[in-house]
């Protein structure tokens, strides 16, 4: 949109402003790739309680004037804010090229982190918390996807990305008994005695029922009674 400037507050819950930005109606309702900082306040208070206020301008370089001066205002009041700069920094209207965006991706291709990064990488995730959204968010964020269509664009992207990912064998039972609404309860190891075939272990009651060709609830109740199947076979949990 043209118009679509605006210069913008996350206040915590009691209105105290912590952050001042500038940007698109998107951009300003978005508290995530903010600095750490902000993350960190975020996190505190939690997203569903962050106050937003923002203040639509007719031009780019009007947002940009206005965050900075709002900037300065509140720190003249005294008031901490989590911005690292004053607010109006940046290039109004510039859009980077394709080429400078090839240029930006090759330069992090290959990147690789040192062990010692990575394990801080971990520690900071694991200290980190997040906030869990209410049942009133999760309703807004599920009726805000229903009825979605994907364009054929996307279709394609989606198909694209999953070309050529190779799944283990225990990754695909466990995908095909949760289309079948197979529990975790019902992946217990069994393990079946055939006096003829011997001794066999199934990694769930879904892969039993499709071998022998039998219900899955069958197999249950033979189980709980220790009772033969028809075929001979003698079942039990593994760690029953």
Request: positive net charge; charged residues 30%; aromatic residues 6%.
């Given at each position: 949109m043209?118009?679509?400037?605006?210069?913008?507050?996350?206040?915590?819950?009691?209105?105290?402003?912590?952050?001042?930005?500038?940007?698109?109606?998107?951009r300003?309702?978005?508290?995530?790739?903010?600095?750490?900082?902000?993350?960190?306040?975020?996190?505190?208070?939690?997203?569903?309680?962050?106050?937003?206020?923002?203040?639509?301008?007719s031009?780019?370089?009007?947002?940009?004037?206005?965050?900075?001066?709002?900037?300065?205002?509140?720190?003249?009041?005294?008031?901490?804010?989590?911005?690292?700069?004053?607010?109006?920094?940046?290039?109004?209207?510039?859009?980077?090229?394709?080429?400078?965006?090839?240029?930006?991706?090759r330069?992090?291709?290959?990147?690789?982190?040192?062990?010692?990064?990575?394990?801080?990488?971990?520690?900071?995730?694991k200290?980190?918390t997040?906030?869990?959204?209410?049942?009133?968010?999760?309703?807004?964020?599920?009726?805000?996807?229903?009825?979605?269509?994907?364009s054929?664009?996307?279709?394609?992207?989606?198909?694209m990305?999953?070309?050529?990912?190779?799944?283990?064998?225990?990754?695909?039972h466990?995908?095909?008994?949760?289309?079948?609404?197979?529990?975790?309860?019902?992946?217990?190891?069994?393990v079946g005695?055939?006096?003829?075939?011997?001794?066999?272990?199934w990694?769930?009651?879904?892969l039993?029922?499709?071998?022998?060709?039998?219900?899955?609830?069958?197999?249950?109740?033979?189980?709980?009674?220790?009772?033969?199947?028809?075929?001979?076979?003698?079942?039990?949990?593994?760690?029953?």
């Open positions: 043209q118009d679509d400037y605006y210069a913008y507050v996350h206040c915590k819950p009691d209105g105290t402003p912590f952050y001042v930005g500038k940007g698109t109606l998107r300003s309702r978005s508290l995530s790739s903010r600095n750490i900082h902000h993350r960190h306040t975020v996190d505190k208070y939690g997203a569903e309680n962050i106050v937003m206020g923002r203040l639509q301008c031009s780019d370089s009007i947002a940009f004037e206005l965050e900075a001066g709002i900037i300065k205002c509140l720190k003249r009041m005294g008031v901490s804010l989590t911005n690292y700069t004053e607010g109006g920094v940046g290039a109004p209207g510039v859009k980077v090229s394709k080429e400078t965006r090839e240029k930006q991706a330069s992090q291709r290959g990147r690789k982190h040192s062990e010692d990064t990575k394990l801080r990488i971990a520690a900071s995730h200290r980190r997040y906030p869990k959204a209410s049942e009133e968010t999760k309703i807004k964020m599920a009726e805000a996807h229903r009825g979605r269509v994907h054929e664009e996307a279709k394609i992207k989606i198909s990305s999953g070309k050529g990912r190779i799944f283990t064998e225990a990754h695909k466990h995908i095909a008994e949760g289309r079948l609404g197979v529990s975790p309860a019902n992946r217990k190891v069994i005695v055939h006096p003829t075939q011997g001794t066999k272990e990694q769930s009651i879904q039993v029922a499709q071998e022998l060709g039998v219900w899955r609830q069958s197999i249950q109740t033979h189980i709980k009674r220790l009772g033969t199947m028809e075929s001979g076979w003698v079942l039990r949990f593994k760690d029953g």
